[in-house]
Each structure stands twice: as C-alpha cells, then as structure tokens.
C-alpha cells in the first residue's frame, strides 16, 4: 500500500504542463522532426520565463529542469547515481530524485500504545498523518487556485513532513519524541543493536558501517592494530603433583 504525494496530477497556473503539442501545431511546424525540436524550444522557453521571475522553484518546475537537462546531456547524467547500472532492468532518468509514493506499513506493526487508561498513536503513526494531511491541504490549495506563495508554502510543508517521517534530527523540540525511520535503525535503541544482535542482554553488539563480504559467517573482522595487541587468559587446571611428588600445571583443553 502506499499513500500517494501530491504531484504532477494536480495542476494549477503555475505548473509547466507536460508540454505536448496539439495536431495543428505539429502540421504547422513541419513533421515529426520538426515538432520534437519545437516542442523542446517551447518547454525552454516557458520554462526560463516562470523561472527568471520567481526565488523560489515548485518541484514540478524542478522536475522539468532536470528532465530538460537529461534530454541535453543524459551521459553526463547517468554518472551522477548508479542505480542505472544495477541492472534493474528500467532506466531511472530524472525521475529518481521524486517521491511520489510512501509505502505504509501494516497496522500491526506499527500498534497503538498503551499507558494504563490512555490510548496514543504509534510514532510511525503519528508522522504518516502529518503527510497524509500535509498532502490533502496542498491538494486543497491547488483545486482553490491559491496564491503562488501559499502553494509554495503547502509544498514545502509536505517536503517538510516527509523529511521527519525518513529522519527527525530536523524536528522541533516538540517533535524530537517522534521516531523517524533512521532513528528506529540507529544507535542502541535501533532495532539491531537491541532487537536483533543482541545475546543475553541488550545492547550487546556493536554496529558497524558496513559488513566485509570477505569474512565467512563464523569470522570476525579486527583492525590490526588491536588483532597485534589482543590477547587473552588462558585457562589452568590447578597444580596437580605427579609420581615423583613435583607440581605440574596442566592447560585445559
């Protein structure tokens, strides 16, 4: 399931449009050729005269720059990520940057809490509302063709809550007690170091940045700065005497 950004589905004056050209305009400019180089034009044009007026760009008019600058120079643009080159077998483009969908998690993991009588929302919860209401006011202000500042506004208030849903060191001070995604992964209160990796108690690995591909499942890896200077007791049996009455100490096995 995913809940559905607001995007380039909703339309007002301030978008770009999609920059088709109708029959009579592909006629008039000559054929096929002709109609691809012009519609290109147009959308630079149109384009540079939104954006020359305005501090501050909409992520539709972002999208389109980047779209513009994939048509111009896609093999420059195909090294700037590598997920073209993970065989995944679909082009990302320019719209690898754009998140147009969230996918929710089942109720059930993300459950309500209970504190005797009192019922509250799971953190997860709790931001994933804020989206979804951050998305139907930007929706709203759209359909009743509101000021270019106040769509702007809405737009960043739904970058804003989608930003704290992924990671909430952004957060307000009333907001902090929220976990984003990051903080239910990091640290010792992550998952993994207290969930997962954990023995008898918790907290009792520590993570890592990355795992070595090279170590097998039963080695550990240690710098070798530390792998020189380690060292470890090794176990005595107590001083047992032998035949002729001298004590020896046998090392356990």
């Known amino acids: 399931n995913g809940e559905s950004l607001a995007s380039e589905t909703i339309n007002d004056d301030i978008s770009l449009g999609n920059g088709d050209s109708t029959e009579e305009e592909d006629i008039a400019s000559g054929g096929t050729a002709n109609s691809n180089a012009e519609k ?38 195909s090294h700037i990520s590598d997920i073209q080159d993970q065989g995944f077998g679909k082009k990302a483009g320019h719209s690898m940057f754009f998140l147009e969908n969230i996918f929710v998690p089942p109720i059930r993991f993300r459950p309500p ?30 359909r009743n063709k509101s000021a270019a500042s106040i769509v702007l506004d809405r737009w960043r208030g739904l970058q804003g809550s989608v930003n704290l849903l992924f990671n909430n060191k952004t ?59 380690l ?4 176990l005595h049996d107590v001083a047992t005497p ?3 009455g001298i004590a020896v100490e046998h090392i356990a096995q």
Not at 116 to 139: R, Y
Not at 231 to 234: H, R, V
């Open 231 to 234: 060292t470890y007791p090794e």
């Open 40 to 77: 290109h034009n147009r959308k630079k044009r149109i384009l540079f005269e939104q954006t020359s007026l305005a501090g501050s760009l909409l992520p539709s008019q972002v999208k389109q720059i980047l779209e513009i600058l994939w048509e111009n120079e896609a093999r420059l643009c």
């Open 113 to 142: 809490m209970k504190a005797g009588d009192n019922v509250a929302d799971h953190p997860q919860t709790v931001l994933l509302n804020k989206v979804l209401d951050s998305n139907i006011s930007l929706g709203d202000a759209h």
């Open 171 to 229: 957060a307000s001070k009333s907001q902090k007690d929220v976990a984003g995604i990051c903080q239910l992964l990091e640290k010792k209160e992550g998952i993994f170091r207290q969930k997962m990796m954990g023995k008898r108690v918790n907290f009792a690995c520590r993570s890592v940045i990355s795992p070595d591909p090279y170590l097998a499942v039963n080695e550990i890896g240690i710098p070798p700065y530390f792998a020189l200077r």
């Open 242 to 244: 032998n035949k002729d």
